[in-house]
């Protein structure tokens, strides 16, 4: 009895050690999102209406990155995952590991000097938003991390190339903190430049903000600068440089604040991003400079051509007539896209059932990415770091700047892939999860850009503005882009192979109708297939999300106040890639003053051809929607062309709030407006506040340069222009090779005016030479046309016409009057530009270009007064 009685005990005592297969236990049922709500039996969650998935007896892996152990000395978490084999780059600065994975510093205390060491010793001040609990239990930390930032050199492509990391990789580390830390995190600049750090999303002193000369100064060369806060919030963000190109070089990293009673389940931090191997500084300037190479790798020139063999030649030609360059949904050819720093990633410790978080951070400078998944639905759970009610789709697109909490099931043993895809379907890049047999998402086929062109030719007034929609098109729920996908008309879905797509059916727009139909008057829509604007889809249909199938989970209504209101109309200029509000740029603008305890509603209309992703610094706002009262809460918003938003915030801080588009070349272009709040104290950081506006304001007014060099049989033509947005300085020359055809040049000094810029006045100088003796020749006003030696200073103007031709007048100091037309690179086909000109003083140019390489081309050209000419061309 004795022994029977202790067997029994030590068999108790040891029952947690038996095989799984013993277990005959309850089985139990709880939420992913909500791990209180436990039951027996299968079936949805109270709280949030998600399917309760069973509990496993063995807890899987955890997240990533896990908070540090020590809170004094933090060190970012490297990732467990087996990382594919590709080739490796070095960094310049004694680092052994690759720039593109994640790699530990040196542990040595810094020996730059800290730019603002008295921060160690001051308390920290919370940001004026309302911190949610963090509850009774946790005992908040001070967590530490240091930050090296280094030139190094990254081989993504084959190639090797100059890029900024953060402790060695690319992305920088996942910093995690826990809801109620303070964060203190050192930043070493290693670098020989300046450099900042701006906390995407985060609600922290204005100080911290992390936008050079707006709220502190640039952290400067060999030096180090204290970023110290609390963390008031919890869910996805991110940080990234504010300084120049260098988050397109490699600056960007995930931003993890766990709630205190994070749900018990694996969760991956995902940083999508873009590169190219191109100076970032070299891809704005041929963005400026009218270059269009990038649409040439991606096949987007939609050249005349191409337009007859697809049969859409008076689309292209409607196109022009309304002055609209080619269709695009993006600015950049991008080498690779990567996710973690790597084309192709692999988490291969996922079993069937598991239910996985991915926090998705787009940290791309200016691509957005279709989400797709093998395994079945997406269960969106979050965005922007704000919880919002599970809802099931097929994909969504995310912007630069969103982050996206979502939640993806292992369906069996086998390797899912979970597939971004670039907006302009150039491209791809996965993360595969589990392990076994690979399924592969479906591929997303070539976009029909003429289908696109046709319906912008619809939209567009001769003007160049767009047609508002009215709220009818809010929120992402009609994607005009929409007649572009093959997928919606069951095309094919090859990535880069099949037949081309042909236009879609000959039907009428299908569009719900409000009350007031005023706004859509006027637009005969056929030849669209919009049934795929359908966003929210039915039984049987992709189900694609939209911001307004997005819910708060609590009341987000602000509180009572004065009601500040505000409209903007995003405008921009592709031919000189300028980009605005309002038709001005940031440093043409002045500060919007608001005031503590207002409610500021902001409403937009974009009346541009491209969407932007607005993000405003340190607030969240409300998108209003159709959700009302539960209206969600979101830092960056993709507005559509042609859609107008409303979004609304409380103002509660103190300071200079940055508000621009987060597409990185829009906003160096000008895209962005600064809130002031009015009688805020002086900011410590900057005691000298004109010249930090005068910096702040310096970056859209730059002047960048282009050039256009012929070098043919007979003789050299070209031009140079150095531009900035709204002034311009050119000198076109003609050289001759024999005596009697002489020299010319004529250099113009004018200011762009109009939102489309089409408005050029100007004034310059004329200068003609011929050594040989010519016949005087009178120009068809009757006038005599000097060409032997004349030398003459000129005023007048130029003005785009439909079909993109140039038209001129202008006089110079004798009184003889010039008219002239000019179209330049006449898109023939991909690669073959035609040049066309002729003027009052009997000149004729015509000429062809066939492009190359995106600095080389071959070209040929025959002229009144220098007669034929073949050589080459070079395009800088």
């Not at 951070?361 to 957005?368: D, H, K, M, R």
């Not at 895209?671 to 950081?685: A, D, L």
């Amino acid at each position: 009895m004795l022994l029977l009685g202790t067997g029994h005990y030590t068999f108790a005592q040891h029952e947690q050690h038996k095989p799984t297969q013993q277990q005959q236990q309850t089985e139990i049922y709880t939420c992913p999102m909500h791990p209180e709500v436990q039951s027996t039996k299968p079936g949805k969650c109270p709280k949030c209406g998600m399917t309760l998935v069973k509990q496993k007896s063995k807890a899987p892996a955890k997240e990533q990155q896990a908070p540090p152990k020590k809170a004094t000395q933090a060190k970012p978490a490297t990732p467990s995952k087996k990382p594919v084999q590709q080739k490796q780059a070095q960094p310049t600065q004694n680092n052994d590991q690759p720039a593109h994975k994640h790699a530990q510093p040196t542990q040595q205390k810094p020996v730059t000097p800290v730019q603002n060491p008295e921060e160690k010793e001051k308390p920290v001040h919370k940001a004026g938003h309302k911190p949610e609990s963090p509850g009774p239990t946790y005992k908040p930390r001070t967590v530490r991390y240091d930050l090296y930032v280094r030139d190094t050199l990254v081989n993504f492509t084959g190639k090797t190339r100059r890029a900024v990391a953060i402790n060695g990789s690319i992305p920088a580390p996942a910093l995690t903190f826990t809801q109620g830390d303070t964060a203190e995190i050192y930043v070493h600049n290693e670098m020989d430049v300046e450099t900042s750090i701006h906390w995407h999303g985060v609600f922290l002193p204005n100080r911290f903000d992390g936008v050079p000369w707006l709220t502190q100064k640039p952290i400067k060369p060999h030096s180090t600068y204290l970023y110290r806060f609390p963390i008031i919030q919890n869910g996805t963000y991110w940080y990234h440089s504010h300084s120049a190109f260098q988050e397109q070089s490699g600056m960007y990293g995930a931003l993890i604040f766990n709630k205190v009673n994070e749900p018990d389940m694996p969760a991956i931090p995902i940083v999508l991003s873009d590169w190219t191997d191109m100076n970032p500084k070299e891809v704005y300037r041929s963005l400026r400079s009218a270059n269009d190479w990038f649409a040439i790798q991606k096949g987007a020139t939609q050249g005349y051509a191409e337009a007859i063999r697809k049969g859409y030649f008076g689309t292209k030609l409607k196109n022009e007539w309304k002055r609209m360059e080619a269709m695009d949904v993006s600015d950049v050819a991008y080498e690779k896209f990567l996710t973690n720093g790597q084309d192709i990633a692999e988490q291969t410790h996922f079993t069937a059932g598991d239910v996985v978080k991915l926090r998705v951070v787009n940290g791309g400078a200016s691509t957005y990415f279709w989400l797709t998944y093998s395994g079945g639905k997406i269960t969106v759970v979050g965005n922007d770091g704000n919880d919002v009610e599970p809802v099931e789709v097929d994909r969504l697109i995310i912007a630069p700047a969103e982050t996206y909490d979502l939640l993806v099931t292992i369906p069996e043993n086998m390797q899912y892939e979970f597939l971004a895809t670039a907006e302009d379907r150039s491209n791809t890049t996965s993360l595969w999860l589990g392990r076994g047999m690979k399924m592969k998402a479906q591929r997303l086929g070539k976009l029909n850009y003429f289908e696109g062109m046709k319906m912008m030719n619809d939209m567009m007034k001769l003007n160049g503005d767009m047609e508002p929609m009215g709220m009818e098109m809010s929120n992402q729920q009609m994607d005009m882009n929409s007649v572009m996908y093959p997928e919606s008309a069951g095309q094919d879905h090859s990535m880069h192979g099949g037949d081309e797509t042909k236009p879609a059916a000959d039907t009428s727009m299908q569009m719900k109708q409000q009350t007031d139909t005023t706004a859509h008057q006027g637009h005969d829509m056929k030849g669209h297939d919009m049934q795929s604007m359908n966003m929210s889809g039915s039984d049987g249909e992709m189900v694609t999300l939209n911001y307004g199938m997005l819910r708060a989970p609590e009341k987000t209504m602000l509180k009572p106040g004065p009601v500040k209101e505000l409209r903007f109309e995003l405008t921009g200029n592709m031919n000189r890639y300028v980009w605005t509000m309002d038709n001005k740029t940031v440093s043409e603008s002045d500060r919007i003053l608001i005031k503590k305890g207002e409610n500021v509603r902001i409403i937009m209309f974009n009346n541009s051809m491209m969407r932007h992703p607005m993000h405003l610094h340190g607030h969240d706002f409300r998108v209003l929607n159709k959700q009302g009262e539960y209206a969600p809460l979101k830092n960056v918003l993709d507005i559509l062309p042609m859609e107008t938003d409303t979004i609304e915030f409380a103002a509660s801080e103190n300071g200079d709030w940055f508000f621009h588009c987060h597409i990185l070349y829009h906003m160096i272009a000008g895209m962005g407006r600064v809130f002031t709040y009015q009688n805020s104290p002086p900011n410590p950081e900057l005691p000298n506040p004109e010249k930090a506006r005068k910096m702040f304001n310096r970056e859209d007014k730059v002047f960048l340069p282009s050039a256009q060099v012929g070098l043919e049989s007979n003789g050299s033509d070209g031009e140079f222009i150095l531009g900035s947005s709204r002034y311009q300085l050119s000198t076109e020359w003609r050289i001759g090779f024999k005596k009697e055809y002489g020299v010319e040049s004529e250099t113009y000094f004018g200011r762009y005016f109009g939102k489309m810029q089409w408005l050029y006045p100007f004034i310059g100088f004329d200068y003609h030479y011929n050594s040989v003796e010519n016949e005087p020749e009178n120009n068809m006003f009757g006038q005599t046309s000097n060409q032997d030696n004349r030398k003459v200073a000129v005023a007048g103007v130029q003005y785009t016409l439909p079909m993109l031709i140039v038209s001129e007048a202008r006089i110079d100091t004798k009184g003889k009057l010039r008219f002239q037309l000019r179209r330049d690179d006449v898109p023939l086909t991909s690669r073959l530009r035609l040049n066309l000109m002729g003027n009052t003083d009997k000149e004729y140019m015509a000429g062809l270009r066939y492009i190359v390489t995106k600095y080389v081309s071959l070209s040929t050209h025959y002229d009144s007064d220098m007669k034929y000419g073949a050589g080459l061309t070079f395009v800088y």
